[in-house]
């Protein structure tokens, strides 16, 4: 369709174009109607030098692609442009003047949802306005580019000049406005959101635009960032926004509007600088710090820049957040008021309960203001790279930070100096403090005068670990009532447990170094290893009462701390009783401590094996001479841990137990004597001792557990390539030996890999195995491949109290070997292995149960025969057995010898041995007779060959001669083919006659293959 040069007046529609593509329209004038120009699903429609007034519509395209306007004008008219859906929407050079309603919108939609007409559209679009229907297939869209364009309105209450919506999940409408006037009107330009879930996405830009005449420039309640920058919004402080640019006078902007830089001049000639906080997540930048951290979303980063920025008001941290300068000294903030001195007033920052924040890269500086509390921290997350100065407040006080949260509620704080503190530079303060991080600070006291300083004032409950830091300087006294100053405070008097671990720090030139407790009734556990602690007058380190673990520390002379009673030559830093300083370092290089070769445990001195261990050499002995409770601790140097003669020790553990009481650590050698273990009174499901890579003896010691299942405990657990020799040791009660259900994992042993080398493991001799679900436990599972190498010899199981397994292998990768064991009871099965496999070698022992080759007492592929028939192990049944038994091999092996031997017999003649060897894995087959028959007279020796069967008969000639005892029958050499994985028996002895001189048979008791 083209028209030209054409004029209509008192019509509803002056042109009505429906689905008419590559329409044009010039030098067109519609007048006095409903609707001057309607285009429904017409793409390439262009309007030239066009003229609309006193219409309700002026230009509606819907449904299409590319609509073009230019030079066009449009007066007196409700809404003067109308875009629902139209993708590529062009308007130049054109002008609406007195309005009235809204100048420009566009509609994006879902047109398959066919919504009737009487659906109101979004206010303020004024009264008895609506949607069109809807009939559609789905998602439209809609573009605008607005250029050179004006919009001139009448300063109507809720009018809007330039409006871009969404309606419905999915849309977009975008829009980019440049070079445009907008004036007199309620809001020159609107992103309106009309989803239900504020899900459409609007994208409008809108540059080199004077707002100053309007009341709002910019308005939205879309989520996603709108664009104006590089415009002039009525005065050279920029548009105002509460969060953005509170001190702006020019009209006003709404959320989520990017203004910077902004025009400071009319001329649009001079750009303002840009703000110093950034959120980098919306990319907005904002005037104060407070209007970046009130507009955040939770996990958003503020960025400061360089300079020094004044705060407002309390900062209050209510979102997680992270905030971030350009480092120490280079973004500073400072107060503009004093803080409180009571409550969350005292807060110059106020993190809220259950808020996390981490801030970073900054320095926070309260010169010139009483500042009570730097940071109130009710919350947590971090502080690294801060430096806290002049947090100064009357009365002794003044905190750099206050952390106090609940729940978890750990501040890790790293890398920060403090100067000029009022009193304190963390406090860390309550049970909800539970292990945080206080690691590589500095910091700095005001020297002497009528003040106090304290780097840490750990207290309440609180966790702290304390690792490379320096303090000093700390030397004020309260003329108030005499209080001194310290280094490290740590106490229980407003709660319990109180824990400090104090490590690689430089602790100089303090009145007192670290001090301990308020009374005599304070509890606080305070740790110190491996620091410099030097130069403080009054005392290095001073408890009220508690025992101070304070070893491995260099206190500023060779010959220690100085101590009247035990240390009177220590020349070094005071110590107050109750501090336990001995082995000390005789360098500040912290080389060469004077270690001890022994130790005895429990002292006050060494309550448990952690302070025992700080204290003795490598390869130095802990006695142990008494009961006590002992925490979880890693072995990480070789020692002996022994009770002392004529003491039957018993060790339990502290507190509930879900890991290993005691870990052996890599590449140490251990060996533990005459100790009880006993687990029955703390909850536990973890190991009593475990051993990773160790080399470790345990001997003479016992092991009682729960006698209940569903725990997990266990005595000995090894893995990692350890390698243990155990040895005359009591099991007892580690899951039970009742138990004939469900499948459990207690063991009074487990042997496993680990992920690691396989152990090595020697259970031997004289252990006992009572009442247990699994006695030992080789393996986790079938499908996990173990290749632990475990010997078990001379042990008795269930002697007392029947074990549910005596042994259990999970997989036939392991080696196994077992002899000379006595077997009582069992509850499930004496020893359960694997099928399938190379058979384990458990010949030699004794079974109360009458276990044989076949029997039930246990599952899976063993060899357990010759069996003892009595549990003195003297006598031996009549049994055929392959020799070396479980002899897992490789492809390719040549000249492998196997003996078939027969144990305990008494006057035989002869035997018949009927036996399989696969062709498939062995070729060079041959059998020599053994010397058991051949010594004792002539002998008829054949073997007959039906492959892969063969049968092996030797008689000795007459009926006087026959042999008696035990010995070889006959051998077998054979090569394997060149396969992989050769599993399962070697040799299958399926049938055994033996005869005596007259060719009567002689019973035997069983055979076992090879």
């Not at 008895?128 to 919009?151: H, L, M, Q, R």
Request: glycine fraction near 10%.
């Amino acid at each position: 369709m083209t028209a030209d040069n054409i004029s209509i007046q008192n019509s509803d529609y002056c042109v009505y174009n429906y689905y008419a593509s590559n329409s044009q329209f010039t030098n067109f004038t519609s007048t006095n109607g409903y609707m001057g120009f309607y285009s429904r699903g017409c793409d390439d429609v262009s309007y030239e030098n066009c003229n609309v007034s006193q219409m309700s519509r002026g230009f509606y395209n819907r449904a299409g692609d590319n609509a073009s306007h230019s030079n066009c004008s449009v007066t007196q008219t409700e809404v003067s442009f109308k875009n629902y859906g139209q993708a590529n929407v062009l308007v130049d050079q054109c002008a609406v003047t007195s309005p009235t309603g809204d100048a420009f919108y566009g509609y994006a939609y879902d047109d398959s949802k066919n919504e009737p007409e009487d659906i109101n559209e979004a206010q303020p679009f004024g009264e008895g306005s609506s949607k069109e229907n809807k009939e559609g297939t789905g998602i439209t869209n809609v573009e605008a580019i607005i250029t050179n364009s004006s919009f001139i309105g009448v300063n109507t209450a809720d009018s809007w000049g330039l409006s871009m919506i969404t309606y419905d999940v999915g849309c977009t409408a975008t829009a980019l406005i440049e070079d445009c006037v907008f004036e007199n009107w309620d809001y020159a330009l609107y992103a309106y959101d009309g989803t239900d879930d504020n899900s459409g996405i609007i994208d409008m830009s809108a540059h080199g635009i004077d707002f100053s005449t309007n009341t709002t420039g910019f308005g939205s309640n879309e989520l996603t960032m709108q664009h104006a920058e590089n415009n002039y919004w009525g005065d050279a402080s920029g548009p105002h926004n509460a969060n953005v640019n509170p001190n702006g006078l020019g009209v006003e902007v709404m959320d989520n509007v990017s203004i910077f830089p902004y025009y400071t001049d009319a001329a649009m000639t001079t750009l303002s600088e840009m703000p110093p906080f950034r959120n980098n997540n919306k990319q907005l930048y904002y005037n104060s710090l407070i209007g970046a951290v009130n507009d955040a979303d939770p996990g958003d980063e503020i960025e400061i820049n360089e300079g020094e920025f004044a705060t407002s008001n309390q900062i209050v941290i209510d979102k997680n957040i992270k905030i971030k300068g350009n480092g120490k000294g280079t973004t500073t903030l400072t107060p503009s008021q004093n803080t409180g001195s009571s409550g969350d007033a005292r807060g110059w920052w106020l993190v809220n309960d259950g808020i996390s924040l981490d801030l970073s890269d900054l320095t926070l500086d309260g010169e010139g203001f009483d500042v009570y509390q730097g940071i109130r921290h009710k919350g947590s997350g971090s502080i690294d790279n801060v430096e806290f100065k002049y947090i100064i407040h009357p009365g002794y006080a003044g905190t750099a930070v206050a952390a106090f949260g609940t729940n978890d509620a750990n501040v890790d704080i790293s890398n920060c100096d403090f100067l000029q503190i009022g009193r304190v530079g963390v406090l860390y303060f309550g049970t909800g403090i539970t292990s945080s991080d206080f690691t590589n600070n500095t910091y700095t006291g005001k020297g002497d005068g009528d003040w106090l300083d304290y780097m840490l004032d750990i207290s309440a409950g609180a966790i702290v670990n304390v690792d490379n830091c320096d303090v000093s300087e700390n030397t004020g006294i309260a003329s108030s009532d005499g209080s001194t100053s310290a280094g490290i405070m740590a106490t229980s008097y407003y709660g319990d447990g109180t824990v400090a671990n104090i490590t690689n720090c430089n602790i100089h030139d303090n009145s007192y170094g670290i001090a301990v407790g308020y009374d005599e009734t304070d509890n606080s556990q305070v740790e110190a290893h491996y620091n410099i602690i030097q130069d403080n007058p009054e005392y290095g380190v001073y408890s009220t009462s508690p025992t101070v673990q304070a070893q491995l520390n260099y206190w500023g002379a060779a010959s220690g701390p100085h101590h009247a009673t035990t240390n009177p030559s220590g020349t070094g830093d005071e110590v107050s009783d109750y501090v336990v300083f001995e082995p000390f370092y005789d360098n500040e290089n912290l080389t060469g401590s004077l270690l001890l070769s022994t130790v005895s445990v429990p002292t006050d001195a060494y309550p448990n094996l952690n302070a025992a261990l700080n204290a003795v050499v490598d390869e130095g002995t802990i006695l142990i001479t008494g009961n006590f409770d002992q925490p979880a601790v890693t072995i990480d140097k070789s020692v002996t841990i022994t009770a002392v003669a004529g003491v039957d020790p018993v060790i339990t553990p502290l507190c509930s137990t879900t890991g290993a009481l005691i870990t052996l650590d890599y590449d140490t050698e251990v060996e533990i004597a005459d100790l009880t273990f006993d687990f029955s009174g703390t909850n536990a499901n973890g190991a009593v001792i475990a051993m990773q890579g160790t080399e470790a003896t345990i001997s003479g010691c016992s092991f009682t557990g729960h006698a209940t299942t569903g725990s997990g405990e266990r005595a000995l657990v090894i893995t990692n390539g350890a390698e243990v020799a155990v040895q005359t040791c009591t099991f007892t009660g580690f899951g039970s030996g009742t138990e004939t259900g469900t499948e459990e994992t207690e063991a009074a042993v487990h042997i496993h890999n680990g992920g690691g080398n396989a152990p090595e493991v020697e259970i031997t001799p004289d252990n006992y195995f009572d009442n247990n679900y699994i006695g030992i436990h080789v393996g986790v599972d079938a499908a996990t491949t173990d290749n632990s190498e475990v010997l078990i010899n001379g042990n008795v199981f269930g002697e007392t109290t029947c074990n549910a397994y005596a042994i259990k292998a999970e997989n036939g990768n392991s080696e196994i070997t077992a002899h000379e064991n006595i077997f009582h009871c069992h509850t499930i099965y004496m020893v359960s292995a694997p099928s399938g496999n190379a058979p384990f070698d458990f010949s030699y022992n004794y079974w109360e149960d009458n276990c044989d080759s076949k029997g039930g007492t246990y599952e899976g592929d063993i060899n357990d025969v010759p069996q003892y028939t009595d549990e003195n192990l003297n006598n031996l049944d009549v049994s055929v057995f392959v020799a070396p038994a479980n002899s897992l091999t490789t492809g390719g092996a040549t000249s492998l010898t196997y003996n078939v031997n027969i144990s305990s017999v008494t006057c035989m003649g002869g035997f018949d041995v009927l036996l399989t060897i696969a062709d498939d894995d062995f070729t060079n087959i041959s059998f020599t007779q053994g010397v058991f028959l051949s010594s004792q007279g002539t002998t008829n020796w054949q073997v007959l060959n039906s492959a892969p069967d063969y049968t092996i008969s030797c008689s000795l000639d007459g009926t006087v001669n026959n042999a008696s005892g035990s010995g070889t029958l006959f051998s077998i050499t054979l090569d394997t083919k060149d396969v992989e994985n050769l599993t399962g028996a070697l040799i299958d002895i399926t049938a055994v006659t033996l005869r005596g001189p007259n060719n009567e048979t002689i019973d035997c008791n069983g055979f076992a293959d090879g």
